[in-house]
Structures are given as structure tokens and as C-alpha cells.
């Protein structure tokens, strides 16, 4: 019984991580873009803020 539980254990993790680790290129890409507009963006406001308490 315990081998049985075992390697379904071991079956199902390969699975699951198989199913949910792959994923397509598009979405690393709009990852990327979505990350690349932050960053501007943080960059801006940076820039903002500096410019209103400058002394």
C-alpha cells in the first residue's frame, strides 16, 4: 500500500509540474513589457518628486 501512495505521489507532482511550468513565450513577454513600464514609470516618479523638494 505504502509503494502505491508513493509513487502516486511522485506521478502526480511530475504532472502537476509539467502542466503548470511551461508556459509560452507570450507570456514571458507581456511579464517583461508589464515589468519594463513599471520601471519607467518608478523612474518618473522619481524624477517628480526630486523636482518638487528640491532646495
Not at 502537476?16 to 508556459?23: E, I, K, M, W
Request: glycine share 6%.
Amino acid at each position: 500500500m505504502k509503494k502505491n501512495f508513493g509513487k502516486t505521489v511522485v506521478v502526480f507532482a511530475v504532472i502537476a509540474t509539467l502542466t503548470t511550468g511551461c508556459r509560452s513565450t507570450d507570456e514571458y513577454k507581456k511579464f517583461a513589457k508589464a515589468g519594463n513600464e513599471y520601471a519607467n514609470a518608478v523612474d518618473k516618479l522619481l524624477d517628480a518628486a526630486s523636482e518638487r523638494y528640491r532646495v
